[in-house]
């Protein structure tokens, strides 16, 4: 994430050490839950998504791939509107020039 990008969060004190960022918050404590733009509603249900997989598919995730993983479920979520021959189109676009060989996956 860019420096000065902008941070939608709860209230969590965790993000107040992220000064480089413009930040906008929703207060769950006082019943918020949309402020403007700022909501947190889009990645509550991208946790979900994200923990109904490792629960109920995957069941164990090594952090060597963990970013594989949270990107397969990004995809899903980015395409949660398309049929199947767009959203495999996307997937095959994004995955042009990128190799992932059974070496490098198993190192």
Request: hydrophobic content about 30%.
């Amino acid at each position: 994430m860019k420096v000065g990008s902008r941070l939608y969060t709860d209230e969590h004190k965790v993000y107040g050490g992220m000064p480089e960022y413009d930040r906008k918050a929703v207060r769950h404590s006082a019943g918020e839950y949309v402020n403007g733009a700022a909501s947190t509603n889009g990645i509550e249900s991208f946790w979900a998504l994200l923990k109904r997989g490792y629960h109920g598919t995957h069941h164990w995730w090594s952090f060597k791939h963990l970013h594989r993983y949270v990107a397969e479920y990004q995809h899903r979520q980015n395409t949660i509107g398309l049929s199947g021959e767009p959203a495999l189109g996307t997937m095959i676009r994004n995955g042009e020039g990128k190799r992932l060989t059974y070496a490098d996956l198993i190192v």
